[in-house]
């Protein structure tokens, strides 16, 4: 009854009035072409590929974790199924395999660097959000580790992939953005997406263990319904959840552990 509540509360607010977002853009779209989808969303390959060697520098945060970049739906009316998805540029267009869970590898490619290239998804701007995807292997079922989720931010944030800007708090936004920045204060407000939605997430670092307070889950509950449009979390509100990437007294290993509303399918 306490979960069926909270998710009740949770769904009022947002009818009522409850994080922000305008989709960036990257590259050249007059010259990409994609199934007669209009406002195709698309980020910039120079960026992601500062992201992946933002990645490479600082891997010691998540030592045994790969990177994958993953494709998330912002709208509920979205197909996540069937998206093609392909780094283009003036004269070179390279397909980029996408797994069932729409993540992906983005391979290299020097001929698209020189030409500023865009990573373009046959889906509108406004209908997904991206972002970075590290996790160790091994973890415990319903668990992260807070490592690999700093290493996320850093990497999202130098790749260019958030998309949370409304424009009525446009220097809010322009006044964190660096990775350093972003996810090293308190107040830089990265997202996280839970597989589904969460009823509690914990911390747990050996003996010490706390529960994230409420303000820390559903993109803090603060943001009105006008607002909600700008967040790239509006469909899955549910899910979000911020963690203390910037608290050093938390280590790279203490596991976050979540407690979900509903049992996985």
């Not at 093609?84 to 395999?97: E, K, N, T």
């Not at 967040?231 to 979000?240: E, K, N």
Request: glycine share 6%.
């Amino acid at each position: 009854m306490t979960r069926l509540l909270v998710r009740v509360i949770l769904s009022l607010s947002v009818l009522a009035g409850l994080p922000a977002a305008h989709a960036q853009t990257g590259g050249q779209p007059a010259t990409v072409k994609v199934q007669s989808t209009r406002d195709p969303v698309d980020k910039s390959y120079r960026k992601m590929i500062k992201g992946m060697e933002r990645f490479a520098r600082e891997h010691a945060l998540a030592p045994n974790a790969p990177l994958r970049f993953q494709l998330l739906p912002r709208l509920p009316t979205v197909d996540m199924r069937g998206i093609s998805l392909r780094i283009a540029g003036d004269s070179v267009s390279v397909p980029v395999p996408i797994a069932p869970d729409n993540s992906f590898v983005l391979p290299r490619n020097e001929v698209a660097l020189r030409e500023d290239a865009a990573v373009v998804a046959n889906r509108k701007t406004t209908s997904m959000t991206w972002r970075a995807q590290i996790i160790t292997p091994g973890l415990p079922a319903g668990t992260r580790r807070l490592g690999d989720m700093r290493l996320e931010c850093m990497v999202g944030v130098e790749a260019g992939l958030v998309s949370n800007s409304s424009p009525l708090f446009a220097w809010i936004s322009n006044a964190l953005t660096s990775p350093d920045q972003v996810c090293n204060s308190p107040n830089g407000n990265y997202l996280f997406f839970a597989e589904r939605p969460v009823f509690a997430v914990r911390l747990r670092a050996g003996e010490r263990v706390e529960t994230l307070p409420f303000n820390m889950l559903y993109a803090g509950g603060e943001q009105t319904k006008a607002d909600l449009q700008y967040c790239d979390c509006q469909v899955m509100l549910d899910r979000t959840f911020y963690a203390p990437i910037w608290d050093k007294s938390w280590p790279d290993d203490t596991l976050v552990e979540f407690e979900y509303m509903e049992d996985a399918p």
